[in-house]
């Protein structure tokens, strides 16, 4: 044992050492004030959380809980990074994504702290003999160019390498990827290509562009089909072997072709889920390399999650894409780009632009987030979560493989089934408030004016789904922008405060904040008849509830009241339905509306 020296600044020398047993003590005291009568491990369970590919988060993680040796940074299983330095050099690449021809926006944002661009060519983005005037003033020695042009990725190369000879640009100089992920393209669309141009274009980057890849793995249609992040990374390792079996076959080494690729993941709000995932991608691309016979880093591009962008108070995004931007950049990723926060309406404005790039930089620069090699290391939880969830992923990459593999899976419809499977879960977490979106399924402002902006290519389709978080909520709300727009006024609910303020005003926000949700406007002062809602709602205490609430249940049906809820659980007299926290708000208020008559 060491003994530290005494130097006046020794931590709770005065406090006696506390072990995890009596911590248990402690939680069971506290779980059986709230009625639960439970003792040891089943304590620490009752406050652990479910997550997703049946993992679970446990309140407390301490040195007990072992994970495998993460290793250093810049060695195999190159958990902890890549790279040796991590992002301490400069930061992470800070790549902005363009999908509309204006004049001078790429280059605007490399002027303004972009560090390299993802260009979305053809179909859903820009046209591909465009490409020069997008690039116009350049210096494409200087910033990577990522491609992104699915079924004319041969043709947007072809004219990218073009423009690298009419500029005189050595070949040593370039940077970047081509963008051929045939695969991706299939997930996105359910058409299938001809691999050989591709294997061709991999074959002269490794002969003639040593800085240029050809092939991106893109995780994003899984995760926009609302997969989980184990599928999402399961896939992107069947994706990967995949296209080595497919290059080697084509005559590359094992080497040249893992250096031909490149990884998109997807950045979410869930902080400690998106370091975990990203860590546990090098892991296992680690594990693949090593048994292919070709070990090396996996090179990771992360992208703001298009899943949380919401529609409504699309300010809100802003934090949700730094929260994002800072997993992504503690779990080491090599790229990140931020989706502007009106990414989900069209086209972003300059302003969104510009907040999309500076997130970036005032976390690199500002906060000093890069100076830092994996931040997150070393974190009993964060330790144990990557193992986790890496070994959930390998699973499900196995049983991908078992299956025939990544291009099998797809056109089985067996991968599809899996990813709506895992959505139906989210989705029901979602109806019940379990999983909150700000401003959208909590605190909403229906009196705010809705931000518009021009609308931004349709991208391909045909394949695997979209989904969005709050899209179920968007539907509700759509109904009651068309009412107030065809009646003047949106739908309204009554909310029958009872008692005093202390009693009532708990419920009462609740009540407010669901109603709000779907769209329903809810009104408080005067009386029901002075309202002009159909439905009311009883708010107020259980001891109020048990005194008044069937008695002022039949008042509110005298004055007209088709439907009356009571906020909070019971059995009583004349109540139709009842609202509380955990009930299914997409019913609640879909069937509200509809008895509103609000289509």
């Known amino acids: ?59 407390l993680y301490t040195a007990r809980d072992d994970a495998p040796d993460p290793g250093l940074p810049g060695f195999a ?91 005189g ?104 889920l998106t370091i975990a995932k990203l860590r546990a991608a090098r892991r296992l691309w680690a594990r693949v390399a090593e048994v292919c016979g070709a070990p090396g880093a996996q090179v990771q591009h992360a992208v703001t999650s298009p899943v949380m962008m919401a529609r409504r108070d699309p300010w809100v995004n802003m934090l949700r894409t730094t929260v994002a931007t800072l997993a992504a950049g503690v779990g080491g990723a090599d790229s990140v780009t931020v989706l502007p926060f009106d990414h989900a309406l069209g086209l972003p404005d300059a302003f969104a632009r510009r907040i999309a790039r500076n997130t970036s930089t005032i976390l690199i620069e500002e906060s000093h987030l890069a100076r830092v090699i994996d931040p997150a290391g070393g974190s009993w939880y964060v330790e144990t979560l990557t193992d986790e969830l890496a070994r959930a992923a390998w699973e499900f ?94 739908p309204r609910v009554f909310l029958a405060t009872l008692g005093s303020a202390a009693e009532y005003t708990a419920r009462a926000t609740f009540a407010a904040n669901l109603f709000q949700a779907g769209g329903i406007e809810p009104v408080t002062e005067g009386s029901f008849e002075e309202s002009g809602a159909t439905e009311a709602v009883l708010c107020s205490s259980d001891a109020r509830y048990a005194e008044q609430a069937a008695q002022t249940a039949e008042s509110l049906r005298a004055a007209g009241a088709r439907q009356v809820f009571l906020a909070g659980r019971g059995d009583y007299a004349g109540i139709d339905s009842y609202v509380f926290a955990g009930c299914d708000a997409i019913d609640v208020l879909s069937a509200t509306l509809d008895r509103m008559g609000v289509s």
């Open 1 to 59: 044992m060491t003994v530290l020296p005494d130097d006046g600044l020794s931590l709770a020398a005065e406090f006696p050492f506390a072990t995890h047993e009596q911590w248990q003590r402690l939680v069971e005291g506290v779980l059986r004030k709230s009625g639960k009568e439970v003792s040891g491990a089943a304590a620490e369970d009752a406050l652990s959380t479910t997550l997703e590919d049946g993992l679970r988060t446990r309140p």
């Open 77 to 167: 299983p190159y958990l902890r990074g890549g790279r040796p330095e991590g992002n301490t050099a400069g930061g992470w690449d800070v790549r902005q994504r363009h999908t509309a021809l204006a004049e001078h926006a790429a280059l605007a944002d490399l002027e303004n702290g972009g560090t390299s661009l993802w260009l979305v060519l053809g179909e859903g983005g820009i046209p591909v003999d465009g490409l020069g005037r997008a690039l116009e003033g350049v210096y494409l020695d200087l910033a990577p160019v990522v491609l992104d042009a699915g079924r004319d990725t041969e043709q947007a190369a072809e004219a990218l390498l073009r423009l690298y000879a009419d500029k």
């Open 169 to 272: 640009v050595d070949a040593a100089a370039v940077r970047g990827n081509l963008g051929s992920d045939p695969l991706g393209y299939e997930a996105r669309t359910g058409t299938a290509l001809d691999f050989a141009p591709y294997a061709a274009l991999a074959a002269r980057c490794a002969e003639q562009y040593a800085g240029l890849r050809a092939l991106t793995v893109d995780a994003l249609p899984y995760h926009e089909a609302g997969g989980s992040a184990a599928q999402e990374l399961g896939a992107s390792l069947a994706t990967g072997v995949a296209y080595l079996r497919d290059l080697t076959a084509a005559g590359l080494s094992v080497e040249q072709a893992a250096a031909q690729l490149e990884f998109r993941y997807a950045a979410t709000a869930d902080q400690f």
């Open 397 to 490: 990459f196995r049983s991908i493989e078992r299956d025939g593999g990544q291009a099998a899976v797809l056109r089985s419809g067996r991968l599809r089934t899996d990813l709506a499977t895992t959505w139906a879960e989210r989705s029901k977490k979602l109806a019940k408030r379990r999983e909150p979106i700000t401003g959208v399924s909590e605190f909403p402002l229906l009196a705010e004016k809705p931000v518009e902006r021009e609308p931004a290519p349709e991208p391909p389709s045909g394949g695997l789904p979209r989904v969005r978080r709050d899209e179920a909520y968007e539907e509700l709300r759509a109904r009651s922008d068309a009412h107030l727009a065809a009646t003047g006024a949106r």
